[in-house]
């Protein structure tokens, strides 16, 4: 109430013992007698009261305000292991693969034993089927779009295995990634260059050209392998490209990440500028010079650092 809720109160009593007094002398003498003690301490609690409040009310101004409370989940709720523990399967491994292709998983070498059957059932079914087609789908439309020079320095880069040219057969030999990678194994199938084409990223590959683009196949394959690469693409459809880069040997060390930065960078210094980069890793599409915008098809196969 504060100072002036006391005073009120201290005021409001007082004018009600004068009026009792005025009423009869002889009433207001014994009425006086009666209430005065009781009116006295009511009097005085009312000020205690007031005085209390205002104390309080003082105190208050400076408390500082209760700080955010974070509530932490309940001791009794199931770790997160138990909780995708009572998962499916099938979930659990579709939350594997979302995120491998969103590049959430640390470095991995093989596909969990455990989802080997879901990636099988993935690539060679019509899932991954759709989700090849709608990248494609989606880079056309960029590509049509995109604003381009009139000098022919317009720019898209295609990687080779898993986006233009599809490993499967070789794949469904060795677990659809559940092996470790084996360098000699593949470099094997490479050299029969019996690759099929994925369908959408041919389409692709022959609108991009028809806008004008340049067209570059960077891959990390070897140099020791472009005979058979040309072989492979032509067989499959693939003709006309502007430029081949395979790795030499003083890139044999390198991640693919700073391989293909550099060739995307010495493409920049010879004046080129990109506008479009596909590929199946995201070694393919990060670190320097990187395009304009990047599309990246699925592969939950294997990664490449």
């Keep these: 109430m504060g100072r002036l809720g ?17 009423a009869s002398p002889e009433e207001s003498s014994a009425q006086v007698e009666d209430t005065a003690p009781a009116q006295h301490a009511s009097v005085e609690a009312a ?21 955010l409370v974070i509530e932490l989940p309940s001791s ?6 138990a909780f995708e523990e009572e998962l499916p399967l099938e ?11 969103a ?36 880079s056309a439309a960029y590509a049509r779009a995109a604003p381009r020079g009139d000098d022919g320095r317009d720019a898209w880069i295609f990687d080779i295995d898993e986006t233009l040219l599809s490993n499967l057969p070789y794949y469904a030999d060795h677990g659809y990634g559940l092996e470790l990678f084996d360098h000699h194994a593949f ?17 692709l590959y022959k609108e991009v050209r028809e806008l004008g683009f340049k067209t570059f196949l960077l891959t990390g394959r070897s140099e020791a392998h472009r005979g058979v690469t040309v072989e492979n693409l ?16 003083v890139d044999r060390n390198k991640t693919a990440m700073t391989y293909k930065s550099e060739k995307r960078k010495e493409m920049e210094a010879e004046g080129y500028r990109i506008l479009g980069n596909s590929g199946d890793q995201w070694s393919d599409l990060l670190g320097s010079s990187v395009a304009v915008r990047s599309f990246k098809l699925p592969n939950p196969m294997y990664y490449i650092p």
């Design 6 to 22: 006391g005073s009120l109160l201290l005021l409001v009593a007082l004018l009600a013992a004068a009026a009792a007094a005025a």
């Design 47 to 67: 000020a205690v009261s007031a005085q209390q409040q205002q104390q309080h009310h003082h105190q208050e101004q400076h408390i500082l305000p209760r700080p």
């Design 76 to 81: 009794a709720a199931p770790p997160d292991e």
């Design 91 to 101: 979930v659990r491994c579709a939350s594997w693969r979302l995120a491998a292709e």
């Design 103 to 138: 590049n959430n998983l640390a470095p991995w070498r093989a596909v969990p034993a455990e989802c080997a059957p879901h990636v099988r059932d993935y690539v060679t079914g019509v899932a991954y089927r759709a989700d090849l087609d709608l990248v494609a789908r989606e």
């Design 187 to 203: 470099d094997e199938w490479v050299e029969r260059a019996d690759a099929p084409a994925i369908p959408s990223s041919l389409k």
């Design 234 to 249: 032509n067989k499959q459809g693939f003709h006309d490209w502007d430029k081949l880069i395979l790795r030499q040997a």
